[in-house]
């Protein structure tokens, strides 16, 4: 019912940006949370930031807030994650997913999942 394709990822030194999109499809989208999650080697995918798609509402973990910012843009059905002052630690595989209805920190709860990009910041 709803198609995600990510992109934007690369390598980036560390003190750098990206800007990740997330293309959306497939159904109205005006129920839906769509956030971003990451997972680096070894570790389980965590959750990095939400946004509401019908007010625009926003989440950040504790993590990244203060570098990273979710916004949407509803007439390209598309949400970005635009990415500051990026650290080593910040090197994961970053998915958009999206959900029915409120927002959760936890992946099992999100239903719908694009493929993924690479961000690699070096240092």
């Known amino acids: 019912q709803v198609q995600l394709v990510e992109s934007g990822g690369g390598l980036v030194q560390a003190g750098g940006s990206l800007r990740l999109s997330c293309a959306a499809s497939g159904r109205t989208f005006s129920s839906l949370t769509v956030g971003w999650f990451r997972k680096a080697p070894g570790k389980e995918r965590e959750f990095v930031a939400r946004i509401s798609w019908s007010d625009g509402n926003t989440y950040y973990a504790d993590s990244v807030k203060g570098r990273f910012t979710i916004s949407r843009d509803n007439t390209k059905n598309t949400v970005f994650l635009q990415m500051n002052s990026l650290k080593p630690e910040d090197t994961a595989v970053y998915y958009c997913?999206?959900?029915?209805?409120?927002?959760?920190?936890?992946?099992?709860?999100?239903?719908?999942w694009g493929q993924g990009t690479q961000v690699t910041v070096s240092s």
């Open positions: 997913a999206a959900r029915d209805g409120g927002g959760s920190n936890y992946f099992l709860n999100w239903n719908y």
